[in-house]
């Protein structure tokens, strides 16, 4: 029972860590997509913004193509952001319910995904894209199945404090069985006997 507390116990520290390490790396492609757009937006702006015959400014170009996909990828990247950083807060301060932004959000791009790649294979011929989309596709419902089950195990009751009592005695148990360390051993090796050594 105390063995298998401990092993349960370990599992649940290494899927945190994984965990954190997960919402590190989306937090990382969140900002570098949203830097990476934002200075796209600035270099398509034109170097001079003209007038109209009113005397107004023409700001027509922020609502060209160009911008409005940029607005799109901000949006959703943003979003993306605000949720992993919430959801690293939970992990962080064992609060499951900062996860939901993040589930419910991610199932939103799973679905918008899913109906994207279908859209590319109903009416384009194979490519590299549909490849690519799958790929990520695949990636987006592993990461929601692990944030899935931290979320479930986050939920579970924590040990009692005698099978923490009973951890500490197996972990002490575990560590008397090891061979002392060469600074621990005070008696002096027995000296070299031919008669003994010889075969």
């Known amino acids: 029972?105390?063995?298998l507390t401990i092993?349960?116990?370990?599992?649940?520290d290494k899927l945190m860590r994984q965990s954190k390490l997960l919402l590190r790396v989306l937090m990382c492609f969140d900002v570098f997509f949203i830097v990476s757009t934002i200075v796209e937006m600035i270099w398509s702006t034109p170097a001079l913004v003209a007038m109209n015959e009113e005397g107004d400014w023409d700001l027509e170009f922020l609502v060209s193509n160009v911008y409005v996909h940029g607005y799109c990828i901000l949006a959703i990247f943003t979003t993306s952001f605000i949720c992993n950083c919430?959801?690293?807060?939970?992990?962080?301060?064992?609060?499951?319910m900062l996860l939901l932004p993040?589930?419910?959000v991610f199932t939103g791009f799973e679905v918008l995904l899913v109906l994207s790649f279908i859209n590319n294979v109903l009416y384009?011929?194979?490519?590299?894209?549909?490849?690519l989309l799958l790929?990520?596709?695949l990636m987006v419902m592993s990461a929601w199945r692990h944030m899935q089950v931290?979320?479930?195990v986050m939920g579970l009751p924590r040990p009692t404090s005698s099978v923490?009592?009973?951890?500490?005695g197996a972990s002490d148990k575990i560590s008397q069985d090891f061979p002392p360390n060469y600074e621990d051993v005070t008696e002096k090796p027995p000296k070299y006997d031919e008669a003994t050594m010889t075969q």
Do not use: C, H
Request: net charge positive; charged share 15%.
């Open 86 to 96: 919430l959801a690293s807060a939970g992990i962080g301060n064992n609060k499951r």
């Open 7 to 12: 092993v349960r116990r370990v599992d649940i």
């Open 135 to 137: 790929l990520m596709l």
């Open 102 to 104: 993040w589930l419910i």
């Open 124 to 131: 384009y011929p194979f490519s590299l894209s549909q490849i």
């Open 164 to 168: 923490s009592t009973v951890e500490s």
């Open 1 to 3: 029972m105390a063995l």
């Open 150 to 152: 931290v979320f479930v």
